[in-house]
């Protein structure tokens, strides 16, 4: 049960964005496509573009692991050690692969190196409270 909630969730952003940028749905498309249109009170047509979406998503993935992160525990450990992981695949991939060298790629390896980030300095910052509260007993 430990290793379903030290699952790290980007990897499913990562899993989404190579599902769409090599075609697994059957055709390559564009980030620029427009998937929908809001009318705003305004008047004006609001375009939500393929790339935005994925990067809504990614942003709505990043709340959820930054909320895992203030776990503490041995389940803890496991989640960022994960996490550091898909950071690791991001920025290969980054790298490497030729339909990852986007500015949306980029943006979403970001968005993983502020989860890990996040993730290691609340367990620090938890670590310290924790020999602070010892050291007063």
Do not use: Q
């Amino acid at each position: 049960m430990k290793v379903l909630t030290s699952f790290p969730l980007m990897l499913l952003v990562l899993i989404a964005y190579n599902g769409l940028a090599f075609g697994l749905a059957g055709e390559v498309i564009s980030w620029d496509s427009v998937l929908f249109s809001l009318s705003m009170i305004s008047g004006v047509d609001l375009p939500v573009r393929l790339g935005e979406a994925l990067l809504a998503f990614g942003l709505v993935i990043l709340f959820f692991e930054v909320l895992k992160a203030t776990r503490v525990g041995s389940a803890s450990i496991v989640d960022h050690l994960f996490s550091t992981l898909v950071l690791l695949v991001f920025v290969v991939e980054f790298l490497l692969v030729p339909a990852a060298s986007t500015t949306i790629f980029a943006l979403l390896t970001l968005m993983v190196l502020i989860d890990v980030m996040a993730g290691f300095s609340v367990s620090i910052r938890s670590a310290t409270r924790d020999v602070a509260l010892d050291d007063s007993l």
